[in-house]
Structure formats: structure tokens, C-alpha cells
């Protein structure tokens, strides 16, 4: 099983250039990220790409059978949490801590 392809787009090729990114994510939604592109045996820049352009285009990049797939891969990494908390986390690291002492003196 592959995330939904486009057939058109196996007719033609189109050149790009792909660039090394730093990427900061939470730690369990990474685990789950690996773990879909084992399954679709993808790399994760793969992944990434193919979910980015689906949501650029409204569209689900899962079918229903890999979202429940993805459901197990949550549970097994403890991903507890939805969309609902987007923008709600909060990062405690020990370098954040450090910054934060390090910015008041």
C-alpha cells in the first residue's frame, strides 16, 4: 500500500532539488512519522512531501485503512494527544530552561 498517488503523475517526470532541513518535532509524533514510512516502506522526507502536498490540496493523504494504521502506531508510541492541542504544547527541555536562565542575567 502506497499513500494515494496521482497516475497522471507517473507519466512525466518533474526535475526538483531536495535540501537537508533542521526539523524540531515532538518526539512520539516522530516515532509515529518513521514507523508510516517503514510501513509504506518510504523515507520520511518522502512521507512529509506526499502529506504536504495533499493538505496544500485539501485532501486526505490516507485512506481509511492506513489512518486506522496509524491509530495502532499512536498507541504503541503513546502519541495521546489530536489536532485539538495544535498550538498548545509547550516544550520542556533542559536547553529551553537554560536559554530562559541564560536571557535574564
Known amino acids: 500500500m502506497k499513500l494515494e498517488e496521482n497516475p497522471h ?9 531536495r535540501v537537508q532541513i533542521g526539523v524540531r518535532m515532538e518526539k512520539r ?6 514507523a508510516l514510512a517503514e510501513y509504506f516502506d ?7 512531501e506526499g502529506m504536504t ?11 481509511k485503512e492506513t489512518l486506522q494504521r496509524i ?5 504503541v508510541y503513546g502519541m495521546d494527544y ?7 504544547f509547550t516544550e520542556h527541555s533542559s536547553s529551553t530552561v537554560e536559554r530562559k536562565t541564560n536571557s535574564k542575567e
Not at 9 to 17: F, G, H, K, R, T
Not at 53 to 63: C, E, G, I, M, V
Not at 82 to 88: A, G, K, T, Y
Open 82 to 88: 489530536d489536532v485539538s492541542v495544535s498550538h498548545q
Open 53 to 63: 502536498l495533499h493538505a496544500f490540496d485539501n485532501k486526505t493523504p490516507f485512506s
Open 42 to 48: 518510504i523515507s520520511l522526507g518522502d512521507l512529509l
Open 29 to 34: 509524533m516522530l516515532k509515529v512519522l518513521k
Open 9 to 17: 503523475a507517473l507519466d512525466s517526470n518533474i526535475p526538483i532539488e
Open 71 to 75: 491509530e495502532q502506531l499512536k498507541e
